[in-house]
């Protein structure tokens, strides 16, 4: 094994499509897992390759300090990618402290546990923090995030991403930590854990639940496929400059009433339902507090300095994931039992 690249968070729903992608395309690499398998965690994401010989699996939370020091001490990485994180901005207003432990807390655990065992010799060492665009705030209806973008973030969550950027960029300007960072658009894709608008409403319909949409719906978010932020990970964790971020998106924005019709449209042709089944369970509810009214990514850096561009259309990458969530019915079966049930209980009633 010529490196050890230790990804936190690669049971969740992202980490897991980036252990996977690193797993297979490097397979000299030692790939270490790191998660604390929480809610969102789930090794099942993970099946296909849990017994490739360069995957380990370590069970550690990022926000116990003295576990993580022991851990690079064992595997000694020489590369961190960094995505465990609480991600959902709903519970993070229903209950923000969590989101400070482990994206405040956890971050800074894993700065310094790469601080001490790097000492000062940096060559070939890097520290890649997967964040998002929600840390820019709201955008109106014109105008995109760049790089440049002043952070202004609105939710718990976001504050604590924001907060933890902050940190990453503060290492690399107090110690010299080689650190990248990447701030992406909204993800989908399989493993999606249902809490999140499409896999909720994927959900939904197959079950002939209402489809909650917060406010009018016109809400907008700039959506990309799982795979693809994936791939852009790999790009920027090898090719990009120290201390640089890098803004990932595919330049795909849906208000969130004309997304879910899309959804249900699809949803009712692969179910062999009449057309305008699914749009009927369409209710628009009482609006999430804070909401960021649009997110949108100028890609144009990955782009122009990495060449990096999406692989699929929002059309295909929708109808592969509808087709995983119908093909993997056990899967969400299993994440929607125990404790999802009194999440939506206590969100949605
Ligand atoms: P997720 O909630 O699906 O997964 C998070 C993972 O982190 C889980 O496996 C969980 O077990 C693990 N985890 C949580 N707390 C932990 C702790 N204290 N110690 C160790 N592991 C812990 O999240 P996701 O949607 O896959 O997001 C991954 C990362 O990407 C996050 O940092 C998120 O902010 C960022 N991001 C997400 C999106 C998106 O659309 N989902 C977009 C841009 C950026
Ligand atoms: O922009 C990147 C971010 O995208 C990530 O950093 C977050 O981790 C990820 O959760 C996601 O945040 P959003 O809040 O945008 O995603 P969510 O799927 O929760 O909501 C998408 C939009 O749909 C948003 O405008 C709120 C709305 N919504 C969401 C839910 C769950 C509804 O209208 N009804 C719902 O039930």
């Known amino acids: 094994m010529n490196k050890t690249i230790l990804i936190t968070g690669g049971a969740g729903f992202i980490g897991s499509h980036v252990v996977r992608e690193f797993v297979n395309k490097y397979p000299a690499y030692r790939i270490v897992n790191l998660d604390a398998?929480?809610?969102a965690g789930n090794l099942e994401n993970l099946k296909d390759i849990e017994d490739k010989p360069n995957y380990t699996f370590v069970k550690a939370d990022i926000t116990d300090a003295k576990h993580i020091m022991e851990v690079f001490q064992e595997y000694k990485?020489?590369?961190v990618i960094h995505l465990a994180a609480e991600s959902h901005v709903d519970r993070s207003i229903a209950d923000p402290s969590a989101f400070v432990m482990t994206n405040v807390i956890g971050t800074v655990n894993l700065l310094n546990a790469a601080r001490e065992i790097w000492k000062n010799d940096f060559e070939g060492k890097r520290f890649h923090h997967v964040s998002t665009d929600e840390v820019y705030g709201t955008l109106g209806e014109t105008g995109l995030f760049t790089e440049e973008t002043a952070y202004d973030p609105h939710s718990p969550y976001s504050a604590s991403k924001a907060s933890s950027d902050h940190f990453v960029r503060a290492y690399q300007d107090t110690y010299g930590l080689p650190v990248v960072l990447t701030n992406c658009s909204n993800n989908y894709g399989p493993n999606h854990f249902p809490e999140k608008l499409i896999p909720l409403c994927i959900h939904n319909?197959?079950?002939?639940k209402p489809l909650p949409i917060y406010g009018d719906g016109k809400f907008t978010r700039d959506w990309l496929f799982v795979i693809d932020h994936?791939?852009?990970i790999d790009l920027v964790f090898h090719q990009g400059k120290n201390g640089q971020?890098?803004?990932?998106g595919g330049f795909?924005?849906?208000q969130n009433i004309d997304l879910v019709k899309e959804l249900c449209k699809q949803m009712d042709e692969k179910l062999g339902r009449?057309?305008?089944t699914a749009t009927q369970l369409i209710t628009f509810?009482?609006?999430r507090p804070g909401h960021d009214l649009r997110y949108a990514i100028d890609a144009t850096k990955i782009n122009q300095e990495l060449g990096y561009k999406p692989s699929v259309t929002f059309e295909q990458g929708l109808s592969i994931t509808i087709d995983w969530f119908l093909s993997n019915q056990e899967w969400l079966d299993n994440v929607t039992s125990g404790e999802y049930q009194s999440y939506y209980a206590k969100q949605y009633n």
Do not use: H, M, Q, R
């Not at 319909?205 to 002939?208: G, T």
């Not at 971020?245 to 990932?248: E, F, I, L, R």
């Open 245 to 248: 971020s890098y803004n990932v």
């Open 77 to 79: 990485p020489d590369g």
């Open 230 to 232: 994936a791939k852009a």
């Open 252 to 254: 795909n924005e849906w």
């Open 37 to 39: 398998l929480t809610y």
């Open 274 to 276: 009449p057309e305008g």
């Open 205 to 208: 319909i197959l079950n002939n």
């Open 285 to 287: 509810v009482k609006d």
